[in-house]
């Protein structure tokens, strides 16, 4: 069984992470975060998912993350640069949801996001998530940029 994080898990994308998530036989939720919704129960934000989890939203510098073996990032732009490296220092890998690693050239992605970039290290490492073009790198990354 792997157990897996959500940041930023109150908005759509972290929902919809929620309802693929929650039934799968090998995934445990170790932790959704919301700034603006911690303390609350992630069934009262989306009523669709009464019944099926008891989780309560924490804030993202609560998460436990050490003891997640993936964490998504459903997170804007520039939210997930700023903490990936804490994430993979913990050994999770990470999925990112936002555009902060999917353009390796920082020159372009400072361009079109108008500020600098805080992980451009990471930029290099991480794997466009397209399996039909970057299968293998996938299967071996630490750092996945979701297109």
Known sequence: MKTIGIVGGSGYTGA??????????????????????????????FPSLRGHTDLVFVNHDESPIADCDLVFFATPNRTSMQSAAKVLEHGAKIVDLSADFRIKDIAVWEQWYGKGHAAEALVQEAAYGLPEMNREQIKNARLVANP
């Not at 919809?16 to 934000?45: C, K, M, Y």
């Open 16 to 45: 919809e992470l929620l309802r693929i998530l929650l039934p799968h036989p090998d995934v445990n939720i170790g932790f959704v975060s919301s700034s603006a919704n911690a303390g609350q129960r992630v069934d009262s934000t």
